[in-house]
């Protein structure tokens, strides 16, 4: 059993920068690929990022690619999103999740483990 901790979240104004962090109990985060997910209000949960274990390959989805960057350290059991240009479509809570069983790897469902999430709102 895996268990993600995320934190980061916070108020921003449009424009501005959070990065979140997505911390794991074990020390084997390392094995396992790790994703971003966010759900805004009255929206479904929709794919940010993902990255593989080794933390070589990072995937973006369209709506954030060029201003969010997924990014690991498996020495500190760690995966961040750096997200810049920030814009109020971006609120949401964020959460992590770990070892996809399926190759759609933006796939909610295939995931298990989930953080509990963390709060994201940009102001105008």
């Known amino acids: 059993q895996v268990q993600l901790v995320e934190s980061g979240g916070g108020l921003v104004q449009a424009g501005g920068s959070l990065r979140l962090s997505c911390a794991a109990s074990a020390r084997t985060l390392s094995y396992y690929r790790v994703a971003w997910f966010r759900r805004a209000p009255g929206k479904k949960r929709e794919f940010v990022a993902t990255i593989d274990g080794s933390g070589i390959t990072g995937n973006h989805a369209d709506s954030v690619k060029g201003r969010f960057t997924i990014s690991r350290d498996n020495a500190k059991n760690t995966v961040y999103l750096q997200m810049n240009s920030l814009t109020p479509e971006d609120t949401a809570v964020y959460y992590c999740?770990?070892?996809?069983?399926?190759?759609?790897?933006?796939?909610?469902?295939?995931?298990?483990?989930w953080g509990q999430g963390t709060q994201v709102t940009v102001s105008l």
């Open positions: 999740a770990a070892n996809p069983s399926g190759p759609d790897y933006s796939t909610a469902e295939s995931y298990s483990y």
